[in-house]
């Protein structure tokens, strides 16, 4: 099977601040992370299309115990992106002791950031990280 966006290049993208999402020929869902499937139909056939990057926070929460190799506090946010997928990320530039339920429907924007790899990781990757509009 091949993917048409590999995990390489969905890396490249995200330092690049570039958000590339999937386009579902079929349903025209759009996809992001880019995966193999379509999330709605399973279709197979996409198109690059570039996202805005904006969204709205639907939950998060507060890490204080966190994994091997990681600072807490920090806050990990549940985004729905404009374009409708929903994408997991770091939220940034709000204490962690600050965040209260008044956070979720907030608007926020979507970059990346590299997290340092673990005992347990591939390494160094890129991923979401939000902050507030």
Known sequence: ???????????????????????????????????????ECSGREFEEVPLKGQGTIRTFTVIRVAPEGRKPPY??????????PYVMGNLEGLSPDSATMELIG???????????????SLGEVFVPLFRLI
């Open 1 to 39: 099977m091949e993917y048409p966006i590999t995990y390489n290049k969905y890396q490249e993208y995200l330092q690049e601040d570039r958000i590339i999402g999937l386009k579902c020929g079929q349903c025209g869902a759009v996809n992001f992370p880019p995966m193999a499937v379509c999330r």
């Open 75 to 84: 806050i990990i946010a549940m985004v729905e992106l404009d374009e409708g």
């Open 106 to 120: 907030k608007r926020v924007h979507m970059g990346s950031h590299l997290v340092k790899g673990d005992t347990y």
